[in-house]
């Protein structure tokens, strides 16, 4: 299967691109820089800040899913009332709501009459209808290179058209600048091995694959074999014991060891391992899934969260350019699933969280001959939380007529992402500095929060 990022658009082979692997990052001070460390020896505990401990902040956890590879928009959140549509995808188009030649697993779920979703999103469904969430059609950035690799980082940086010029992503500056003080360790957390672009330059940032790895051994333990048997528990507690001892002061460092250490004691409490998810709440046994299962996790265990990174790439990411009813549904559905499940198990929580998901751009209009699309412009964003103004598709949308469309072919841009992002910082995560987090760009709300 291509990887995403050497593709060239046309779905040709991709060129060898290395994964680099994340640099260490520095221990803590004193003590606790000699006895705590990450399992399996990715990195070191994130640097804590010496500063007072954080307090109570009003404002939403933000978990921001990345479609990589180019979400086909067209075909999840589907226009069946633009006869266009049918015109340009007569092989591959989701059939309309009343479509009565197709069996009904193979028609658009109606959403408001004009658009519908893919049947595989069926799960999403339930939350649209109880106004949750909220759907983005026609929605991305003004780039025009239609490369994965430049439209994600010019995104992830928070721009508009020409890359370059930013340091550092649109959430680290969000987590920058936002008010009041959060010291926790995992206040904002990818599930990765790699640190997001969007998430660069945040220093309160930490990537791990998996909660396992978040937790205490002492040095000379930190291969999985030795981390995992009983020695190197015992040791772990011996640690704990000492640390506990060492930082009952009052002054800075005391303060960040002991936050340190509460988050541990959190993490320990929950049994990430064998979380057992609320209001029988089943995850998908996928990427996704596992990702969201330990977000919910960390969210229920108050440990200073408030952001949550995850990519959905899955078997065969979005990058469909052959084949895409074979692919799609499968990727569709592991998305919906997943956060249906999410949001079934925080129940009440969801209040107070917003989920987004998002991809880099959508595919062309027309589908090509191996019954797939190639790269286009516009996309879709699902915005999903107990504070988003659901049960409405946001847009301006352009149309598919030939006359309609952007060369060579593909759905205008209509919304630009930054102004969805920006409400969600603004009114969700209570942070004004809007124009600091996206540089150049007056944001236009377009009321998706309550």
Not at 84 to 107: C, E, L, M, Q, S
Not at 283 to 302: F, H, M, N, T
Not at 311 to 329: E, S, Y
Request: with cysteine; proline share 6%; charged share 25%.
């Amino acid at each position: 299967m291509n990887d995403w990022l050497g593709c060239d658009g046309s779905g040709n082979e991709p060129r060898e691109i290395e994964n680099i692997p994340m640099a260490r990052r520095a221990l803590l001070g004193g003590a606790l820089a000699s006895l705590v460390w990450w399992a399996r020896g990715k990195t070191a505990l994130a640097g804590v800040a010496l500063a007072p401990p954080p307090r109570q902040i009003e404002r939403d956890i933000l978990v921001v899913i990345f479609m990589r590879g180019g979400a086909d928009g067209l075909n999840l959140i589907v226009p069946h009332g633009d006869d266009d549509y049918h015109k340009n995808r007569p092989t591959i188009g989701v059939a309309a709501p009343k479509n009565k030649i197709k069996n009904a697993k193979d028609r658009a779920l109606d959403l408001d009459g004009f658009f519908g979703f893919h049947p595989a999103l069926e799960p999403l469904k339930p939350f649209y209808d109880k106004g949750k969430l909220a759907l983005v059609q026609a929605c991305g950035s003004f780039d025009q290179s239609r490369s994965h690799f430049e439209a994600m980082a010019l995104m992830e940086h928070g721009q508009g058209s020409t890359p370059g010029g930013l340091s550092g992503g649109w959430l680290a500056r969000h987590l920058s600048s936002a008010p009041g003080h959060n010291d926790s360790p995992l206040r904002a957390v990818a599930l990765s091995n790699i640190m997001p672009e969007s998430l660069r330059g945040a220093t309160s940032a930490t990537a791990l694959n998996s909660l396992d790895d978040f937790r205490l051994i002492l040095p000379g333990a930190g291969s999985k074999e030795k981390a995992e048997n009983e020695r190197a528990q015992q040791n772990a507690q011996r640690a704990r014991q000492i640390l506990s001892s060492l930082y009952e002061g009052d002054d800075a460092v005391a303060h960040a060891g002991r936050e340190t250490l509460a988050v541990l004691d959190s993490l320990r409490r929950l049994d990430p391992k064998n979380y057992k998810p609320a209001h029988a709440a089943q995850y998908p046994d996928s990427e996704i899934g596992r990702g969201l299962r330990q977000v919910a996790c960390l969210i229920k265990g108050d440990v200073g969260l408030e952001a949550a990174c995850l990519d959905h790439r899955g078997p065969f990411l979005w990058d469909t350019h052959v084949a895409q009813n074979n692919l799609l549904p499968a990727q569709a559905a592991d998305l919906a699933k997943g956060m249906a499940a999410f949001a079934q198990d925080l129940g009440n929580e969801l209040q107070n969280v917003t989920i987004i998901a998002m991809t880099e751009f959508g595919r062309r209009a027309a589908e090509n001959s191996g019954f797939g699309t190639d790269h286009g412009r516009a996309g879709v964003m699902f915005l999903l939380g107990g504070g988003i103004k659901g049960g409405k598709v946001y847009t301006k949308w352009p149309g598919l007529s030939p006359d309609d469309l952007e060369a060579p072919g593909d759905l205008k841009v209509t919304v630009d992402y930054r102004d969805i992002l920006g409400e969600i910082v603004a009114k969700r995560l209570k942070n004004e500095n809007v124009k600091a987090i996206f540089p150049g760009h007056e944001s236009k709300f377009w009321g998706v929060t309550a």
